[in-house]
């Protein structure tokens, strides 16, 4: 019998994140040696009849309605939040207040203040070694985390630009009918908090410094969608009578980072054909790279140190046994998946919990990334943003 302490998790909501997260929490245990015995205690969800078909899909041992209750379980020692936006402030600050872990999907919060009040929360809980992660998973794809080894290696010299784009295509069509995404009391933003919190996050992270400037702007292009039929994914079915679309389709933005280097961020849910499209390339004085979420086991680099007869994008296959993470998994070549990010997640946070250490990304990484959003948003009300021609 194991003497690993235990670690018991209550998961708060079981769609597609709430899915994800299952996975990672089922997985990790099998292909790494963590420092906990990890309990799938619970998952919880308003609906009971479908968190009692979550707890048995996904693999949870019970399963409540109400976060405070799960909270209040002296059988659970970390709650891990996969709700909208406008409860991961409530759900976490009185986790952590309760003496939880918290592990909360991005983006951190709908509004600065939130996430301010929640990275407050959570620096008074590591004091008592109680600790926060917020979900940014891109960060733990193996092919990512070699670009951040190479770029602080030095490979790509003093960093100058980076591109970054996240494309979906999954409003395109105007029958999709008004899903919580698209409003904003329950989301926070669209397009922008949604999957350019993701490309914000990368970005910094990659380069290892912050935005300290933004200069943006955002669009709506379908004002108003069907209402929708039940619960469900990131498209349900359309229901009864229209309602109005009150976030951004799309968002595009230039950024400077504090050392000067300059960045162009699109995020946007009408790339029509691209389903997935997260691409981020990184320029360098001695070389870039170049990454695509939909082909993510492949990091592209070019090494300006090379005579330029014999320099070009060089395709490394991200699955060698020293590249992170990946000696868990396969032999060289066999790849992994988007899902494995979120095992690797696990790994992560359970790892800083039992060494004692805050947890990468935290809340005050969380907090910057709704800083940027923020930021641009008010770029975007400015009316200097456009200038006729
Ligand atoms: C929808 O745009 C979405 O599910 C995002 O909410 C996720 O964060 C992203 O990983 C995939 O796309």
């Not at 309990?39 to 309605?65: H, I, K, N, Y």
């Not at 509004?111 to 008592?128: F, L, Q």
Request: glycine share 10%; with cysteine.
């Amino acid at each position: 019998m194991s003497d690993k302490p235990r670690l018991n998790v209550g998961l708060v909501g079981y769609a597609f994140m709430g899915k994800a997260h299952s996975e990672g929490w089922r997985t990790a245990p099998v292909f790494f040696d963590l420092p906990y015995r990890v309990g799938l205690t619970a998952v919880c969800g308003r609906d009971g009849v479908r968190a009692a078909q979550a707890a048995s899909q996904f693999g949870w041992a019970s399963w409540e309605t109400d976060w405070r209750a799960l909270i209040a379980r002296d059988d659970v020692d970390l709650i891990d939040i996969c709700t909208p936006g406008d409860s991961h402030a409530e759900i976490a600050i009185a986790a952590l207040a309760a003496g939880k872990h918290v592990l909360c999907e991005k983006p951190l919060a709908n509004t600065v203040a939130e996430a301010e009040a929640m990275a407050e929360a959570a620096a008074e809980a590591a004091k008592r070694g109680v600790y926060a992660m917020v979900g940014f998973t891109n960060r733990r794809v193996p092919a990512i985390a070699l670009a951040r080894r190479m770029i602080e290696a030095g490979r790509l010299g003093a960093i100058r630009q980076v591109r970054a784009a996240y494309q979906q295509d999954w409003l395109v069509d105007p029958g999709v009918p008004l899903a919580w995404r698209l409003q904003k009391d329950r989301a926070g933003s669209g397009a922008l908090g949604d999957i350019g919190a993701h490309i914000v996050d990368l970005a910094q992270f990659l380069v290892g410094d912050d935005l300290t400037a933004v200069s943006g702007t955002v669009e709506t292009f379908i004002a108003s969608r069907p209402l929708q039929a039940g619960g469900g994914g990131l498209a349900g079915t359309a229901g009864e009578g229209f309602g109005e679309v009150t976030v951004d389709d799309a968002a595009w933005f230039l950024g400077r980072f504090g050392s000067g280097a300059m960045a162009s961020f699109e995020a946007t849910r009408y790339a029509t054909g691209r389903k997935n499209a997260l691409s981020i390339e990184v320029s360098g004085s001695e070389g870039a790279l170049i990454w695509n979420l939909e082909e993510l086991n492949v990091l592209h680099f070019y090494d300006n140190r090379l005579p330029a007869v014999e320099a070009g994008f060089a395709r490394i296959l991200a699955t060698e046994a020293d590249t992170p993470y990946y000696a868990a998994w396969w032999p060289a070549g066999h790849t992994i998946g988007w899902e494995h990010g979120f095992t690797h997640q696990v790994l992560d946070l359970v790892t800083a919990i039992a060494a004692g250490v805050q947890p990468r990304p935290s809340f005050t990484d969380g907090l910057q990334v709704q800083r940027v959003l923020d930021a641009v948003e008010r770029s975007s009300a400015a009316s200097t943003a456009w200038v006729q021609v």
